[in-house]
């Protein structure tokens, strides 16, 4: 038998086995190895994830257009129509794809990328559910958790940076775990890197994720560091994000003005840190607290060491942003391994409840009466079908014990486990520290988190609702809830109906504030929680507006805007309205836009302008007309007071005046 510790691919998992294992056989000689080593083939639960994705993909789209355009949409769009390898708020993938979501279908077009990145942060969440040893029920709750969380819901109600940091997140998390769990990791290290790249063309914050897996790694896989596989990631993720940080270098770093603006914001580190408990206590779901809860201590756990890098990985994110003044919805994809540790915990413990309720004494019975014939068979099976994973490579078959194959003792450390390979007799207690001879089935009670293991392999009988199978006996009438990902039936309805009311509630209250389901009238009251829903509200009349006020004025007359979300809506909606006069901004990317051609003489102004902020710029400005919504509506144009002004006799050139109508915020 091969002692599994000793090889580099187990280093450090004496710990925790994740439930769902397959074993494989690998040949003498292949890499250094011989003998068996665990192949991580976590069986995805595919029809509930996907039903649970279906339902938010359905709730999503129901509303996709429903009130219209955000403002921040309509910027990336005017971003990707200008495109560089950077700009003063982001860098530049997003723009891209929101000019592609465009051209393709307008704003169905925008928002198909949003629900899109939704989704995959729903099923990832179950794959990483599934890397964690969670089975059919931990990862259909976990996609659950995601799909009825307010700020992942919120996040994809519109196009932007937000969304898509999100779904990176989660990939890097799965794909780190895949590689520190896999026999041979480069490609999944090389994959993590090439995500992580991806999503620092897309967002800044991804280089502390970065960190904050640096930091984790060296607290707790510090062997891994000794590896080419991170480093590799590393360098790819470096290599393409080059071209944003040239770019940003060239520029002056705008990027770092802009965060500097927002902290401002923020209130600086402080007022991050006093509205920080507004993410694990609000955002995230109050009633989806207790799962964030159980994943954190599942975590931190010792028998889970080669999961722990997960803590301080969090650890460092939120300090980090914290430092730095940074918005409170950054550290949001933290919750993804949050929620999947959580029900996964949750799902061992409802097991452990369910054997110890007797749920699994048929299965613990067909064990026994199969341990005798089957034990003496163990010594010529143990190299193909049993691994000991255990702190020491001891390794005993005892039949006068009732146990079967694949049993090992327990020492003091609590960390040693045993996994049953393809033995058919699991149900008499492997893993069991008692010694009693009708053991748990194939499972253990883990003292310090209150959870429950499932140590068989691939194809062994467990409770998780698998058959017994052996060598040479396939036909079983039952298929292992290991090939489907099935837990066993009694498990997941229990599991099920401790967190259902939790789940429908929070996705009850995550669609009301969060997607346009209540009439403008309600969003409007609801502006105080989430203002982003009236920012989707009003635009087609903002933009009509100013084509009736434009109408009367020269050709050559140009329109400047007081930011990107005005100057954006007359840009994308204004030549359906006949508006087709250029339009510019002093507003973040908009400074390089311009300063407009000819001279300033006439300028038809836009937005939340102040008169005598004007005349600074204009010795007469005449106010057309206020930006309007309909009686009892509010968003944020009329909540500040936007308007349409005409202003003459100017100050000085374009060229004079641009620099002081410039601003970044």
């Keep these: 038998m091969t002692d599994l510790v000793s090889h580099p691919y187990a280093a450090g998992w004496q710990g925790a086995v994740p439930a769902t294992l397959a074993v494989a056989t690998v040949p003498e000689g292949d890499a250094g190895m011989s003998g068996n080593v665990m192949a991580w083939r976590p069986v995805m639960a595919w029809r509930p994830v996907m039903a649970v994705a279906a339902v938010a993909a359905v709730a999503h789209l129901a509303v996709a257009t429903r009130f219209g355009w955000h403002h921040d949409e309509f910027y990336y769009v005017v971003c990707g129509r200008h495109p560089m390898f950077g700009y003063v708020d982001q860098p530049p993938i997003a723009p891209l794809l929101a000019r592609l979501g465009d051209a393709a279908g307008g704003l169905l077009g925008v928002r198909l990328l949003a629900i899109a990145a939704q989704l995959g942060c729903i099923v990832l969440a179950a794959a990483l559910a599934a890397r964690f040893g969670g089975r059919g029920a931990a990862q259909t709750l976990a996609a659950a958790a995601v799909a009825a969380s307010p700020v992942f819901v919120a996040a994809s109600m519109l196009f932007g940076t937000t969304v898509l940091d999100q779904v990176v997140w989660a990939a890097v998390f799965v794909l780190v775990t895949r590689a520190l769990q ?154 993804v391994p949050l929620f999947a540790a959580g029900v996964t915990r949750m799902e061992a413990a409802t097991r452990r409840r369910v054997v110890e309720r007797g749920a699994g004494g048929s299965i613990a019975d067909a064990g026994r009466s199969s341990a005798s014939s089957t034990s003496t068979s163990s010594t010529t099976n143990a190299r193909t079908s049993n691994i000991s994973t255990g702190t020491d490579s001891n390794y005993s078959t005892n039949t006068s014990t009732g146990r079967g194959t694949g049993s090992k003792a327990e020492d003091s450390g609590g960390g040693n486990k045993c996994t049953g390979g393809s033995s058919s007799t699991v149900g008499s207690g492997s893993g069991s520290t008692d010694g009693d001879s009708s053991g748990d089935t194939g499972s253990k009670a883990e003292g310090s988190s209150g959870a429950s293991r499932d140590y068989t392999g691939g194809n062994s009988s467990n409770i998780g609702g698998g058959s017994s199978r052996s060598g040479t006996d396939s036909s079983s009438a039952n298929a292992s809830a290991s090939d489907t990902g099935a837990e066993h039936p009694t498990v997941a309805k229990a599991l099920r109906r401790e967190v259902r009311l939790p789940l429908a ?70 030549p359906g309205d006949g508006l087709r006069r250029p339009v510019y901004s002093g507003h973040d990317s908009y400074t390089y836009w311009g300063p407009p051609a000819g001279s300033p003489e006439t300028v038809l102004c836009v937005g939340k302008f102040r008169p005598d902020e004007l005349r600074r710029f204009w010795g007469r400005v005449d106010e057309i007309a206020p930006i309007t919504l309909p009686a009892g509506l509010t968003n944020g144009e009329t909540a500040q007071r936007a308007a349409i002004y005409l202003c003459r006799q100017p100050r000085g050139s374009w060229a004079q005046l641009w620099p002081q109508l410039t601003h970044i915020d």
Aim: proline share 8%; aromatic share 8%; glycine share 12%.
């Design 182 to 335: 896999e026999s041979r990791p480069a490609r999944w290290w090389a994959a993590a890197g090439t995500v992580a790249g991806v999503g620092l063309e897309t967002k800044d914050t991804v280089a502390v994720l970065m960190l904050g897996i640096a930091v984790g790694l060296l607290c707790h896989r510090r062997e891994v560091l000794r590896t080419p596989g991170p480093w590799i990631a590393a360098a790819l993720a470096l290599a393409l994000a080059a071209p944003n940080l040239v770019w940003d270098a060239l520029h002056g770093w705008p990027n770092l003005t802009m965060d500097r603006v927002l902290s401002r914001q923020q209130g600086g580190p402080l007022g991050s840190l006093l509205r920080f408990p507004e993410l694990p206590l609000l955002l995230g779901g109050t009633a989806l607290i207790g799962i964030w809860y159980f994943g954190l201590r599942w975590l931190a756990a010792p028998e889970n060491r080669e999961f722990r890098w997960l803590v301080p990985t969090a650890g460092v994110v939120v300090a980090v942003f914290i430092a730095g003044g940074g918005k409170v919805y950054y550290a949001a994809p933290l919750l």
């Design 505 to 574: 509630i929070s996705f009850a209250v995550s669609l009301a504030v969060g997607l346009p389901i209540l009439p403008p009238a309600a969003a409007t009251a609801l502006r105080g929680v989430n203002p982003e829903l009236m920012q989707t509200y009003g635009w087609p009349r903002v933009v009509r507006q100013v084509a009736d006020a434009a109408a009367a004025l020269p050709a050559d007359v140009p329109i400047f805007a007081g930011d990107f979300g005005e100057a954006g809506a007359l840009a994308v909606l204004g």
